[in-house]
């Protein structure tokens, strides 16, 4: 009579199994999801038994993000104010490495570079422009403490487009009002923020009383300090509060929740976005109208 041997590796014996993931490796673990062979090394785990790791990867894709209350996605770090320091910190080394004012006179806002010239980059290319050191600590400070703020109550996208917009707002309307004015600087940008965190700390019902007196006396250096741009400013201050009204009011009458909130406020909120693009466009237009015609509001 034949007889298996006793090492059970002949004909009849069990074949052991092996990791999924890694074939060389012998376990008799599985996912308590797919049931399929895990080494320890795989194991991931869960709350209830252990799960491979592409079964906890499909998990995480049907797990919906967090969102703050005005619809982003919760911002875990700060990345975009990061990404806007280290291009402004990039823009003023650039300046400081460049032969005198080159890099300023090539994209600086000037609203006849812009109209006649056709260098419209000039509308965004300035703000990642200044002067000197204070003025770049300045603005600096003022993106570090307030543009983190910003960007987790909206989240990245929207924040990103109201810091665009904003700076955009703030050429567009020296364009209108001075063409014949240079400057350079992240201050419509940043008055945009000022903007928009005194809505939305309005919306919270947050003690706004310190972003009101910084506001006020920004305003203040802006009217009485000279050679200091202020339709620049002025205008980043209006689309700011424009938008952060948009982000944090809009849309109204929202009795619904869930998914359907969601949609609702992020179409909303991306047609608000669009409306203040499509304005800033009317009102370049009609400074470009102007500046064609020889008219220029404020002489330099």
Known sequence: MDSSPVDGSGPGAAEVPT???HRDRETYLRCSRCDRPICPDCIREAPVGQHCPQCVSEGNRDVRRSRTVFGGRVAARPVVTWALLALIGAGFVAQFASPGQWLSSQFGMNGQAVVFGGQWYRLVTSAFLHVGVMHLLFNGL????????????LGHARYTALWVLSAVGGSVLSLLLAPESWS????????????????IGRRLRLDI?????????NLLIT???PNIAWAGHIGGL??????GAAYAYLPLGTESAGADRQRRQAL???????????LLAVVGGAGVALLNAGIVLLPA
Do not use: D, K, M, N
């Open 238 to 243: 209006a689309v700011g509060l424009l938008l």
């Open 19 to 21: 990791c999924y993931r």
């Open 142 to 153: 003022a993106l570090y403490i307030v543009g983190q703020q910003v960007e987790t109550a």
């Open 268 to 278: 909303t909120h991306w047609l608000a976005t669009a409306g203040v693009a499509v």
């Open 209 to 217: 009383r310190f972003i009101v007196g910084l506001l006020v006396v």
């Open 223 to 225: 009217f009485l300090v």
């Open 184 to 199: 350079v600087g992240a201050s419509g940008a940043i008055f945009g923020l000022f903007g928009a965190v005194f809505v």
